[in-house]
Nanobody, 119 residues
């Protein structure tokens, strides 16, 4: 069974920083894309950042210049460095892994980690 586990959320004041981590049991060879999404109550889950197996990145306009996605392929882990945090960044952050499993491209979600930006 594929596992996706996020960590690193918490409470931080405006202007602060957090680093989220996402580790998956999928072997790096099969991973195509790892991404971070976020969701607030009553709203849809929105893309924050993506990183491909070739290290191509993509960011939501609202986080460009503040957030950085990266990965450690040796550990099947992706990171989201979040700087200059704003109250509107408050959400549950979910990791998504797109990978070939059993010859089929599949998507897997983690359980989410809460990020709260408040003074």
């Amino acid at each position: 069974q594929v596992q996706v586990v996020e960590s690193g959320g918490g409470l931080v004041p405006p202007g602060g920083s957090l680093r989220l981590s996402c580790t998956t049991s999928v072997t790096n060879f099969n991973i195509r894309v790892m991404g971070w999404y976020r969701q607030t109550p009553g709203e849809e889950r929105d893309l924050v950042a993506l990183i491909s197996s070739g290290d191509t990145t993509n960011y939501a306009d609202s986080v460009k210049g503040r957030f950085t996605i990266s990965r450690d392929s040796t550990k099947n882990t992706a990171f989201l460095q979040m700087n200059s945090l704003k109250p509107e960044d408050t959400a549950v952050y979910y990791c998504n892994v797109q990978a070939f499993v059993g010859g089929v491209l599949r998507g897997y979600w983690g359980q989410g980690t809460q990020v709260t930006v408040s003074s």
